[in-house]
């Protein structure tokens, strides 16, 4: 298995344009978590899914940001407008057990808004 | 709530040093514990992982053993390789599945 795919690697945009992330996950794994990370802030959870349900999107910073599972395989993250301070480096990870046993992450997506 | 803490880096160590990374975390019940590790430009990887208490993981001679009595699962190498440098986190799955964080580690192995 090549373990969790996401694309782009890295993403240069300007401030108001639409940014989305794509994410596949590992083949047989039920959960799918978007992750954010900066240097002031560290990781963090945006949104969590388990079998294409999202379960826990607390983390998601306001309505510019929006997720979607639209098959048990592949999830996007959507920006819409984008802003700088939205630049981060943006990781999602799959797992077996919502989890419990480990997640297994992708390379992230380097995302910068000028 | 459920939170982790570890110790502030950046951590600098000689080649062939011992290390110790710790970490110690506030939970409710018992949950699983886990150490990931981040290389420059990747995404974490799973490094080991304790699912209950004094369990002991290990993987690329790194051991960790859940203390449930200190709340803490300290990470251990006996001899650290210039390879080794990375950042380490530290983590905990809530009993809402939900995988908790700590704010990482730079270890800094220099030859």
């Known amino acids: 298995d090549a373990g969790v795919i996401q694309s782009p690697r890295h993403e240069v945009t300007e401030m108001g344009q639409e940014v989305t992330l794509r994410c596949k996950l590992i083949?047989?794994?039920?959960?799918l978590f978007w992750y954010r990370q900066t240097m002031m802030r560290g990781l963090e959870l945006l949104i969590y899914?388990?079998?294409?349900?999202?379960?826990?999107d607390s983390g998601m910073p306001e309505d510019r940001f929006s997720a979607k599972m639209p098959n048990a395989s592949f999830s996007t993250l959507k920006i819409q407008p984008s802003e700088p301070r939205d630049s981060a480096v943006y990781f999602c990870?799959?797992?077996?057990?919502?989890?419990?046993?480990?997640?297994?992450f992708g390379s992230g997506t380097q995302l910068s808004v000028l | 709530g459920n939170s982790v803490t570890q110790m502030e880096g950046p951590v600098t160590l000689s080649e062939e040093a011992f290390l110790t990374i710790n970490c110690t975390y506030t939970?409710?019940?018992?949950?699983?514990l886990f150490w990931y590790v981040q290389y420059p430009g990747e995404g974490l990887q799973l490094l080991l992982k304790?699912?209950?208490?004094?369990d002991k993981g290990s993987n690329k001679g790194f051991e960790a053993t859940y203390r449930k009595e200190t709340t803490s699962f300290h990470l251990e190498k006996g001899s650290v390789q210039v390879s080794d440098s990375a950042v380490y986190f530290c983590?905990?799955?809530?009993?809402?599945?939900?995988?908790?964080f700590g704010q990482g580690t730079t270890l800094q192995v220099k030859p």
């Open positions: 990870a799959s797992s077996l057990d919502e989890g419990s046993s480990g997640l297994f």
């Open positions: 304790a699912t209950k208490a004094d």
């Open positions: 983590a905990l799955a809530s009993n809402t599945g939900k995988l908790i």
């Open positions: 939970a409710t019940g018992y949950p699983s």
């Open positions: 083949s047989g794994h039920n959960s």
């Open positions: 899914f388990n079998n294409n349900v999202p379960i826990d």
